[in-house]
């Protein structure tokens, strides 16, 4: 079985299928070979682009904060809150153990 090398760039679909145990059958074997290879001629046609004066970036698309700016607010007193506690110690709430 042939595997991928640098040189020739050629993946062969039925040893990637092998490894991966899929069964292709004939058809599916010669179309995903074919598709492969068009994604592989792509990609050369990309590397051959001059991409120098591009700047790196993380996204494709700019990414901006939807999120509200984080401003304080006034809330609920202290003795308000505790009074819908429904167990209490010390001014805080009281929870049941869930550790052992």
């Not at 092998?18 to 059958?25: D, E, F, I, P, V």
């Not at 599916?28 to 598709?35: A, G, M, P, R």
Request: glycine share 0%.
């Amino acid at each position: 079985m042939a595997k991928y090398t640098e040189s020739t760039e050629h993946i062969d679909v039925s040893y990637v299928a092998h490894l991966a145990r899929l069964k292709l059958t004939p058809e599916e074997t010669v179309l995903y070979q074919s598709q492969l290879e068009q994604i592989l001629d792509y990609v050369k046609e990309l590397q051959e682009l001059d991409v120098r004066e591009v700047p790196p970036m993380a996204h494709p698309r700019p990414v901006n904060n939807v999120f509200r700016a984080d401003e304080g607010a006034p809330s609920l007193p202290h003795e308000r809150v505790m009074d819908n506690a429904p167990a209490q110690r010390d001014d805080q709430f009281l929870v049941p153990k869930i550790v052992e």
